[in-house]
């Protein structure tokens, strides 16, 4: 029940593609789902977050949408730029705790 | 400039040498957090603490201690470090149970 599922492992776009990666959880207590962009040799930076009361929160060209009746979110990202190259993880949490579930991560590469 | 500090970034160790790695950040945040990064695993949380003299166990704490006798200071302790702790560790912190900042992550290898 604790686990985050997060597909596909890795993922190959052509400049100006759209970039889906999808993850899937079971525990319903989970109430905060953000996204981490991660670069080599660097630590992972919060990218977006979504909370279940909304079903999609866009910032820029990143796009979370939260299925809460599946218990899946997706992260898209538009007009994927080679700078969008990384690795990303989803994860979930629980309200008024910092325990955190992370999905195993998507390396993105986006083709020039 | 606000930040996470790591130290060491890097230490190679032998089996059952005790060593601790430093985590200080300069944002007065509540929250800080430890995760150890494997290839196919992702991040798991070893260990979190919600202000001073308190702490709690993530998904992985086995083999690890942690103290936060101060607010802006987490060392995570490997009292007999083992070779399957060789991994990439890096400290978190966060003003609320939301936005985390990462430091730029140990690498430590346990021969």
């Known amino acids: 029940q604790q686990q985050v599922k997060q597909s596909p492992q890795s993922l190959i776009v052509q400049k100006g593609g759209i970039s889906i990666i999808n993850c899937a959880y079971e525990?319903?207590?989970?109430?905060?789902f953000p996204w981490y962009q991660q670069f080599p040799g660097k630590g992972p930076a919060l990218l977006i977050a979504?909370?279940?009361?909304?079903s999609e929160k866009k910032e820029g060209r990143f796009t979370i949408s939260f299925n809460k009746s599946a218990k899946q979110f997706s992260l898209h990202i538009m007009d994927s730029q080679p700078g969008d190259s990384a690795t990303y993880f989803c994860?979930?949490?629980?309200?008024?705790?910092?325990?955190?579930?992370f999905g195993t991560g998507t390396r993105l590469k986006v083709l020039a | 400039e606000a930040q996470v500090t790591q130290n060491p970034r890097y230490l190679i160790t032998v089996t059952g040498k005790k060593l601790t790695v430093t985590c200080s950040q300069n944002?007065?945040?509540?929250?800080m957090s430890w995760y150890r990064q494997d290839p196919g695993l992702g991040l798991r949380q070893i260990y979190y603490?919600?202000?001073?003299?308190?702490?709690d166990k993530g998904d992985v704490p086995e083999g690890y201690k942690v103290s936060r006798k101060e607010k802006r200071n987490f060392p995570l302790i490997l009292e007999s470090p083992s070779p399957n702790q060789t991994s990439l560790y890096f400290c978190?912190?966060?003003?609320?149970?939301?936005?985390?900042?990462f430091g730029p992550g140990t690498r430590l290898t346990v021969l």
């Open positions: 525990n319903t207590a989970f109430d905060y």
């Open positions: 603490s919600m202000n001073v003299e308190v702490t």
């Open positions: 979504i909370r279940p009361d909304v």
């Open positions: 944002m007065n945040h509540e929250y």
């Open positions: 994860a979930a949490s629980y309200m008024g705790t910092y325990k955190y579930i």
């Open positions: 978190a912190s966060s003003s609320r149970a939301d936005t985390q900042y």
